[in-house]
């Protein structure tokens, strides 16, 4: 039930793109995504809606694909601060607000 | 505004006794989320409120476990008696009903020795 992410981990260098999958048995009515760096609490990053549209960071994007069972995010010209662990987490259902966290991705980016 | 608060943001305490964790959700907020992080089970949501109404319960583990929002600038969530394994992070969080953005507190670290 939980989303499967993968990669569970990546190594970026300083400015390169990275892509990280979220991949449910369900179909994706809107997926959030968070980050959360070590020792902190996660951290909303944006939030992909049913027809496509997004509302969040202007350098990280995402999208399903066409069975809508997968969410993508896409990170661009990766910086160091955007290490830490990314968390998809689409709502259970439509019309609940019961959010499932996926099994989070690893990404560390070196300079 | 100062965000979601969480308290304790440390406990430690031994098995059998009762815990009870406090969090402040943001002012205008009417959605209140508690969560458990684990290295084993992950994020794990436990509750969620609406306008003080507990409205998804199913992740509590067990009845071991209650939590309740009195009123909408505090909710507790109490685990009586406390065991080892219940052991984790836990996070509290809050939304308005626009786009449902996550805020999340601080957590607690609990430890049950």
């Known amino acids: 039930q939980q989303p499967v992410q993968s990669p569970q981990a990546v190594i970026l260098r300083e400015g390169e793109d990275a892509v990280i999958n979220c991949s449910s048995s369900?179909?994706?009515?809107?997926v959030h995504w968070y980050r959360q760096k070590h020792g902190e609490a996660p951290v909303f990053l944006m939030i992909?809606?049913?027809g496509g549209e997004q509302k969040g960071h202007e350098k990280i994007s995402a999208s399903f694909n066409e069975k809508k069972q997968q969410s993508s995010l896409y990170l661009t010209a990766s910086q160091l601060s955007y290490s830490g662990t990314y968390f998809c987490?689409?709502?259970w259902g439509s019309g609940t607000y019961k959010y499932i966290f996926g099994t989070g991705t690893r990404l560390k980016v070196l300079a | 505004d100062a965000g979601v608060i969480q308290s304790p943001r440390h406990e430690v305490t031994e098995m059998g006794q009762e815990v009870t964790l406090r969090c402040k959700p943001i002012?205008?907020?009417?959605?209140l989320f508690w969560y458990r992080q684990t290295m084993m089970r992950g994020l794990e949501l436990l509750i969620y409120?609406?306008?003080?109404?507990?409205?998804?319960d199913s992740g509590m583990p067990e009845d071991r476990f209650s939590a309740k929002m009195p009123n909408a600038s505090f909710s507790t969530l109490k685990i009586q008696p406390s065991e080892p394994r219940d052991s984790a992070v836990y996070f509290c969080?809050?939304?308005?009903?626009?786009?449902?953005?996550?805020?999340f507190g601080p957590g607690t670290r609990l430890t049950v020795l």
């Open positions: 987490a689409p709502p």
């Open positions: 002012s205008g907020h009417d959605y």
């Open positions: 969080a809050s939304s308005s009903d626009e786009n449902n953005e996550q805020f």
């Open positions: 409120f609406n306008n003080n109404v507990p409205i998804d």
């Open positions: 369900k179909a994706l009515y809107s």
């Open positions: 992909l809606l049913k």
